[in-house]
């Protein structure tokens, strides 16, 4: 089963990679997307799936007919982060893959439907939005928001996927094909420390944290770096900088995170001050009230820094998750599946997933794969090749018992 496993990884392994960075660069529509689309569509044909794309641009290969219904459905997404690292989402998918040869390498013979998926716009890297596939397809994003979506050319989204050789027009919610789904299962790259911890290679998803971005604008006056006095600025990166350390305070005291990882400066030039100091807020937390509670301090202080600095200021929430709380009936079949000598660990996570928003409308689980440093979204993301081989077994010990048995 290694074999497969590897042969796979090593064609998805160049393709959006940057040689400078070793990170992967594969962004929603564009060409490293479709580089991935292909090989997916490749690893379908070759083991006789049927292969389809759904009206939101999902990648499906199904083994059966889904119109059998209580499909068993496992899957995740190919796209990346900015200089993302190699497992975070592709894992999931060529473990699944992987799964499939390994259950028909022991004979099961499948008394559901099985489809492997490959999510759109995971990652929301291009548009701001994560989940963006999953999202359309739950109904959890509408039609008109979706078209909405601009990426930092000003390209929409459907004008994107046009360009891609996919039709827009037909993006919204798929009720039908939820509903032939029984079960989703997405197996991960774990994006903390805690399966290191206990020294386990795999372990079962209990929760999602609750998050969102939201991106603050701070707006004051261009000017000459060199000839304007301090004291006649009105300079937002003042205000900007003020906020970022607010932040830092505000998750500490109620025990969440809150990062600014993005921003925009116009007219970004070294020798103006700016006029506009646009940043991405992403903050998540174990419970609601701690969210709330973060998000609303950070807002005031970045409020008073600004009155401060004579800087106009607008806060808008971009996205937003709620909690995700794993459905306990299959959280605990997998638990039952997976249980030898001693239970497999069950983890919370703050990372979102596809997974978490398809929980809204059918039953879901998923499955982390020891990630030996926590490091992820970076190019030093990692998981030992024994863990991962741990993760395919796994994987397939869970879609047989929910699909053959
Ligand atoms: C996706 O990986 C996220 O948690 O932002
Ligand atoms: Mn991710
Ligand atoms: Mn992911």
């Not at 990884?9 to 479709?34: Q, V």
């Not at 607010?246 to 116009?266: D, P, Q, S």
């Not at 919370?348 to 929980?359: E, K, P, R, W």
């Amino acid at each position: 089963m290694s074999d497969t496993f590897h042969a796979m990884w090593r064609s998805l392994r160049p393709i959006g990679r940057s040689d400078a960075t070793g990170g992967y660069r594969r962004y929603a529509w564009t060409a490293a997307d479709a580089e991935c689309r292909v090989w997916f569509q490749a690893q379908a044909e070759a083991r006789g799936l049927d292969y389809e794309v759904d009206r939101n641009g999902n990648q499906w290969a199904w083994l059966g007919d889904p119109s059998r219904g209580d499909a068993v459905v496992t899957g995740s997404h190919l796209d990346s982060v900015p200089d993302g690292g190699a497992f975070d989402g592709p894992l999931g998918v060529v473990s699944s893959f992987a799964a499939l040869d390994e259950l028909r390498a022991r004979k099961v013979s499948f008394r559901r439907p099985l489809a492997i998926t490959n999510f759109g716009d995971e990652e929301g890297a291009r548009f701001g939005l994560a989940c963006v596939g999953s999202r359309l397809t739950a109904g959890q994003l509408t039609r008109e928001k979706a078209y909405e979506l601009t990426d930092a050319s000003g390209t929409t989204l459907p004008q994107a996927m046009e360009a891609a050789g996919y039709d827009p027009s037909a993006i919204g919610p798929d009720p039908e094909r939820l509903a032939r789904i029984g079960a989703f299962v997405e197996l991960h790259v774990e994006q903390g420390r805690a399966l290191d911890l206990t020294g386990d290679p795999v372990g079962i998803a209990s929760a999602i944290w609750p998050h969102g971005r939201w991106r603050f604008d701070f707006r004051g006056e261009a000017n000459h770096a060199g000839t304007t006095r301090l004291a006649d600025r009105r300079d937002p990166m003042l205000s900007y900088a003020e906020t970022v350390l607010a932040a830092r305070r505000e998750a500490e005291l109620a025990g969440a995170v809150a990062t600014f990882g993005k921003i925009a400066v116009e007219p970004n030039g070294v020798n103006a001050i700016p006029s506009l100091v646009r940043g991405w807020l992403d903050s998540r937390a174990a419970d609601q009230e701690s969210l709330d509670t973060v998000v609303t301090g950070i807002e005031k202080a970045a409020r008073e820094y600004a009155d401060r600095h004579g800087i106009d200021l607008d806060v808008v929430r971009e996205s937003f998750t709620p909690v995700v709380e794993f459905e306990d009936a299959l959280r605990d079949e997998l638990g039952r599946l997976l249980g030898g000598e001693r239970p497999v660990p069950v983890l919370g996570t703050g990372a979102g997933h596809d997974a978490g928003i398809l929980s809204g409308s059918i039953p879901t689980a998923m499955l982390f794969v020891r990630n030996p440093t926590g490091v992820s979204h970076s190019p030093a993301e990692f998981a030992a090749e024994d863990d991962c081989v741990a993760g395919v077994t796994a994987l397939a010990d869970v879609l047989e018992g929910l699909a053959c048995r």
